[in-house]
């Protein structure tokens, strides 16, 4: 009896390890995957040319932090992209909100809006540009 428990007990922790790690892999290849989409890299670009929200986060350097898969901000479909984007600079942080469609013609991604709401509360419209930049 104690052989068969053993064996159960190694395994239950064999299985254990494996699906933790099968688990992280997941999780670090769906970050990979939206840091490489369109959508997410020309949300991007659109924060790096503006000076304002550039200075405001004390960029550069800029970091780009990974989504948080469970917030309701993040959705994205076959049409639709929404992402709320954790960015920080040297000053402080906040999140980039992007909306992006998908031209179907095209086969591309579209930026529809780009907003930058700095932890101060302060939100700073990037794309589509105003007329005061």
Known sequence: ???STSLLQQM???????????CGMM?????????????HRLAIEQLNRNSTAMASLGAPPLKIHNIHLTDRHN???HANAQLKIPVT???????????S???ALMN???????????RTGEIIDIFPETESE
């Open 1 to 3: 009896m104690g052989r």
């Open 12 to 22: 239950t922790i064999f299985v254990t390890v494996v699906t933790g790690g099968g």
């Open 27 to 39: 999780y670090y290849l769906m970050q990979k995957n939206f840091a490489k989409s369109e959508f």
């Open 75 to 77: 959705r994205v479909d």
């Open 89 to 99: 600079g040297s000053k402080t942080g906040g999140y980039l909100y992007t909306a």
């Open 101 to 103: 469609t998908r031209d």
């Open 108 to 118: 591309r991604w579209c930026l529809q809006r780009v907003a930058l709401q700095l």
